[in-house]
C-alpha cells in the first residue's frame, strides 16, 4: 500500500494542524492505521493509532487530551487532529499501516510531513 501524508507545516503553539494521509494499492480497510513521530536527534515515537473500521484508538501519553486520530473508510484517508501545539510536538509525522492492531510494529510508511511549533 501507498501512503501520502500532508498537513504539516509551521503554527505558534497552541494553535492547530490536521494532518492526512491517503492510502492507495491495496484494501484500506484491511490495515490498522497509526501515526508517528520524529523529532530533531531522537528516535521515531509512537503518536497513535486507529482500528480497521475506527471503533477503537489508542494514543500517546504525550499527546492524550490533545490529539485525535480518525479515518474515513470511504476517502482511503486517516487523519491526525493536533489541537493546543506545543514546541515539543515539532518532528517529522509518518503515517503507517499494519495489520496487528497495538503491534506497534507497521508494515507500509508515508513519506513524513514536517511538524514545526514556534514558540
Known amino acids: 500500500v501507498q501512503l501520502q501524508a500532508s498537513g504539516g507545516g509551521l503554527v505558534q503553539a497552541g494553535g492547530s494542524l490536521r494532518l492526512s494521509c491517503v492510502a492507495s494499492g491495496r484494501t484500506f480497510t484491511n490495515y490498522v492505521m497509526g501515526w508517528f513521530r520524529q523529532a530533531p536527534g531522537k528516535g521515531r515515537e509512537f503518536v497513535a493509532a486507529?482500528?480497521?473500521?475506527?471503533?477503537?484508538?489508542e494514543s500517546a501519553d504525550s499527546v492524550k487530551g490533545r490529539f485525535t486520530i480518525s479515518r474515513d473508510n470511504g476517502k482511503n484517508t486517516v487523519y491526525l487532529q493536533m489541537n493546543s501545539l506545543k514546541v515539543e510536538d515539532t518532528a517529522v509525522y509518518y503515517c503507517?499501516?499494519?495489520?496487528?492492531?497495538?503491534?506497534?510494529?507497521?508494515?507500509?510508511w508515508g513519506q513524513g510531513t514536517l511538524v514545526t511549533v514556534s514558540s
Open positions: 486507529v482500528s480497521w473500521r475506527g471503533g477503537s484508538t
Open positions: 503507517a499501516a499494519g495489520t496487528v492492531w497495538q503491534s506497534k510494529s507497521y508494515d507500509y
